[in-house]
Nanobody, 124 residues
């Protein structure tokens, strides 16, 4: 069964950090570009960060650049999103998604598999 499972979300104070994990089962992530997306209540899903399957090229939304870092460990079939200096506006459900091939996309429509999401809440 093909599955992506996110973990690592939770409640954190402003300025704090979280590391999200996206673990794949039923397929290997080696051949998939991975994107992290988030959706806050009443807002559209937005691309946060992406990483290619081949050359490790990455994308970051302007709102998270310099604070978030995406990485992948193909041996563990897992992709991570390290989130530092969190702000209340980062509060959202975070999803990971896999797109077959080397290129990443910020358009959610290009992704083949999605996780169920993990809640991140930044509040004092």
């Amino acid at each position: 069964q093909v599955q992506l499972v996110e973990s690592g979300g939770g409640l954190v104070q402003p300025g704090g950090s979280l590391r999200l994990s996206c673990a794949a089962s039923g397929f290997t992530l080696d051949y998939y570009a991975i994107g992290w997306f988030r959706q806050a209540p009443g807002k559209e899903r937005e691309g946060v960060s992406c990483i290619s399957s081949s050359d490790g090229s990455t994308y970051y939304a302007d709102s998270v650049k310099g604070r978030f870092t995406i990485s992948r460990d193909n041996a563990k079939n897992t992709v991570y999103l390290q989130m530092n200096s969190l702000k209340p506006e980062d509060t959202a459900v975070y999803y990971c998604a896999a797109s077959y091939g080397s290129s990443w996309y910020i358009d959610p429509g290009w992704y083949d598999y999605w996780g169920q999401g993990t809640q991140v809440t930044v509040s004092s």
